[in-house]
């Protein structure tokens, strides 16, 4: 659109204009139809325009539209803390909202530091979290993120935060190695991290459960979580979880660490939540945190203007109540088992797919320049953006990332369709994927980065 006055996310993209959306679709100005087979960034979960979700906001817009909540807490925040306890892994107690992932992270390291100064225990100021990670582009959550790409820029204002190699079985498991034992190796480096800086002065370890934006759907190998769990209570460090992108039912579980078998002390919560209808983002807390606040200095140093906005808490708590009536993540798990096998059929033997992986409806492809070496294209290409052109043109949205492989080089595509998505659909976000990846490969055959990486990769002429 030119003559915009917003600084869009790339100055100077023409971007479509969205005015309709409808389940899986969404229609531009221009009239064309697109599937939003990525809801944005995972986010919405279910579809557009769900007539249960609008119907929430009404009754709750005319009820009352905002309380601050230095005044007043309302009934819909109330009931929507409690729904997410209920259904929170074991330990969780209580719940703090936020208007999205960002805030969440930024609250959660804030709780974090903060238990730790009521228990006495100041001298702990550290946190360790892992490389090829994203936690939100705020100074706090940008720190503790390991992805070099994001975090270049603003280097020199961010905290000190301690970064491990993240579990990441495609690129860093040993051709001879047992996923166990290179999910044991994996979480060593935790415990190495730790005994290097002194335990005692660190807070806590961050972990995407399944790495998302800048990793695409990397599952961790077995049994790496039950080990990072070991180790932070072995040492005394909470365990922090930044579900923002992974949960909330995109797994295929409402949250994806019940499906490595642990529980954190603080779980963050953000897209799926409100699926797109209100920015609402959440961290949920162990109760034995919030009780050393409580018994300590007895409130939380932490607040935004917006915390607990009935709108979108009257959202959320319709996303979960139809989610549940409609055992929407048991279709997750099919449609998604269907997916990755649609993926694996389109893309098993391509020349520059490396890996189909994921869970749920949370499902990427890993893009290589050469499969034997793995070596990624050269960042130059823009291989992510091609194919994002690309899939646009097809009436397709997916997400497509760069930096994959170290922070930098490497390219992804995450595919995360709404979980009332069907069979159909399915089918075709894979043939159209498939036709936007061969046409955005082929105009990328005509940069010279390209060639350059193929035969750095391969020793050969490239293709
Ligand atoms: C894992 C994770 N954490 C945090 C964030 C930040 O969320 P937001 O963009 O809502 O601030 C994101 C966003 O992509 C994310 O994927």
Known sequence: MSGSRIVHRSIGADLPVAVEGSGVFIRDAAGKRYIDASGGAAVSCLGHGHPDILKAMRVQMDKLEYAHTSFFTTDVAEALADDLVRHAPPGIGRVYFVSGGSEAMEAALKLARQYFVERGEPQRTRFIARRQSYHGNTLGALAVGGHAGRREMFAPLL????HIEPCYPYRHRRPEEEEEAYGRRAAAALEEKLVELGPETVIAFVAEPIVGATAGAVTSAPGYFKTIREICDRHGVLLILDEVMCGMGRSGTLHASEQEGIAPDIMTVAKGLGAGYQPIGAVLLAEQIFAAIAAGSGSFRHGHTYICHPIPCAAALAVQQVIRRGNLLDNVRRQ???????????????????????????????????????????????????IKRAAMARGLCVYSAQGTADGVSGDHVLIAPP?????????????????????????????????????????????
């Open 159 to 162: 905290f000190e935060a301690h």
């Open 336 to 386: 998604g088992d269907r997916l990755q096998a649609g993926l694996e059929e389109r893309f098993g033997n391509h020349a520059h797919v490396g890996e189909v992986r994921g869970r749920g409806l949370f499902r990427a492809i890993e893009l290589v320049a050469d499969r034997g070496s793995k070596a990624p294209f050269a960042p130059g290409v823009d291989l992510a953006g091609r």
């Open 419 to 463: 979980f009332i998505v069907d069979g159909e659909t399915i089918d075709t976000i894979v043939e159209r994927l498939g036709d936007a990846v061969d046409a955005a490969i082929g105009e990328a055959r005509e940069r010279r980065e390209f060639t350059s990486r193929c035969e750095a990769a391969t020793g050969r002429q490239a293709v």
